[in-house]
């Protein structure tokens, strides 16, 4: 018994017609194909088919054949694509995170500088908190992270990209739109917000710095991302300490403004578990100072 027989029975059962297998799907005569389903029955030892005036019926022996002959059509398919996904080269990929808003500057060069190396690479993209991708390292669901780097992680290395200052960020017709620059002391009596604990490393940053400057911050209310600050913001006439890089997705109702004196500033690095020695990471924390040149 071959392939070849199943096949043809599996077409003429399908068919109701050994003319219009013949014709339509097997592209053969319509003598050679009664021949081969013969060679099939004498095979097998019953009669598979009665042949009539109105085309064939499958015969009980050929209904329980037939569901036979379709489950080894399928595994004989199935194995002819293992052997071929085999005998060829494994598909390179690499999960990599991105702290919110952060991939906008960095996606274009890590996608260029990873394909030029790794035609073909298959880039799993996620984008999160810093803590969330910093759980997802440590439980290897993720190769490398660009995010805001966390004391609690032991088990992953970082290393800085780039280094982002705070700026003063308020509705653009607020008071303290006329100065150049803000100090600390200047938003005292304003209503203040602070970044929520989803976003850890800005929140201990921002209250550091008003630390240092010997301000009691009592923040009125906590955002959790760029977009709930725009909306809190807008709607209170609030100001917060950002990012600069958030500029960018502000609207015109809102602006920003630097610190005076000295800024505080924040880095983003590229996390990943000490244990992963893929050459993909590798070549990635090779061309780390490329990608530090991205506008920030």
Not at 46 to 73: C, P, S, W, Y
């Amino acid at each position: 018994m071959e392939l070849r027989h199943l096949r043809y029975f599996v077409a003429v059962a399908d068919a109701g017609s050994l003319t219009v297998a013949a014709e339509q799907k097997l592209h053969t005569s319509q003598p050679s194909l009664s021949r081969q389903i013969r060679d099939l029955e004498q095979e097998v030892g019953v009669q598979l088919l009665n042949r009539g005036a109105q085309g064939i019926e499958l015969t009980a022996a050929g209904k329980a054949f037939l569901d036979h002959a379709r489950m080894a059509l399928l595994q004989a398919e199935a194995a002819k694509e293992a052997a071929q996904r085999a005998a060829q080269p494994p598909k390179p990929s690499f999960a990599l995170g991105f702290l919110s808003g952060a991939e906008i500057d960095l996606l274009p060069e890590v996608t260029r500088v990873l394909r030029d190396e790794f035609p073909g690479i298959d880039i799993r993209l996620s984008s999160d908190y810093s803590p969330v991708l910093a759980k997802a390292l440590m439980r290897r669901k993720l190769d490398a992270a660009f995010m805001r780097a966390d004391d609690n992680t032991e088990d992953l290395a970082c290393k800085r990209v780039r280094t982002d200052p705070l700026v003063f960020v308020f509705p653009s017709n607020h008071r303290l739109a006329a100065q150049a620059a803000v100090a600390p002391e200047d938003i005292v009596n304003e209503t203040f917000y602070l970044p929520s604990k989803s976003a850890p490393a800005v929140r201990r940053v921002v209250l550091e710095y008003f630390s240092r400057a010997g301000i009691d911050l009592r923040p009125d209310h906590e955002v959790h991302n760029v977009v709930h600050a725009i909306s809190m913001i807008t709607s209170t006439h609030a100001v917060m300490l950002l990012p600069a890089y958030t500029a960018r997705y502000l609207p015109d109702t809102i602006t920003t403004r630097p610190v005076q004196g000295e800024a505080p500033t924040l880095d983003l690095v590229i996390a990943y578990h000490k244990a992963n020695k893929s050459p993909i990471l590798k070549l990635l924390l090779s061309r780390v100072g490329r990608l530090a040149a991205a506008p920030a």
